[in-house]
């Protein structure tokens, strides 16, 4: 229901734009967000905002370099990436839940729709 798309290979320093569009049902209306995960590490929160768009929320580790957005007239939510570091290598996960968005720091458990993950691989 949940397909992310743009990851990819970028040097440090770079930037990339994921989306993440559903479909076979409408999650228009639902707060919205992304986690990763690297290897041999939890699920992590990266970003999460309002079904509104209106309020966003990050991570503290992407504060400030990464920006979420949504257009819910394609029923799709974005990731857009700069500055990006080896240490953002993971692979990236959007998220649907009814839960407000400001709660989405908790992490992972309890979200109801995941995407299938796109890969992010940043070099040195």
């Known amino acids: 229901q949940l397909q992310a798309s743009g990851g990819g290979l970028v040097q440090a320093g770079g930037s990339l734009r994921l989306s993440c569009a559903a479909s076979g049902r409408t999650l228009s209306s639902y707060p919205k967000g992304w986690f990763r995960q690297a290897p041999g590490k939890e699920r992590e929160f990266v970003a999460s905002i309002s079904w509104s768009g209106g309020s966003s929320y990050y991570a503290d580790s992407v504060k400030g370099r990464f920006t979420i957005s949504r257009d819910n007239a394609k029923d799709t939510v974005y990731l857009q990436m700069n500055s990006l570091k080896p240490e953002d290598t993971a692979v990236y996960y959007c998220?649907?839940?009814?839960?407000?968005?400001?709660?989405?720091?908790?992490?992972?458990?309890?979200?109801?729709?995941w995407g299938k993950g796109t890969q992010v691989t940043v070099s040195s």
């Open positions: 998220a649907a839940d009814p839960n407000y968005a400001s709660s989405w720091y908790r992490g992972p458990n309890g979200i109801d729709y």
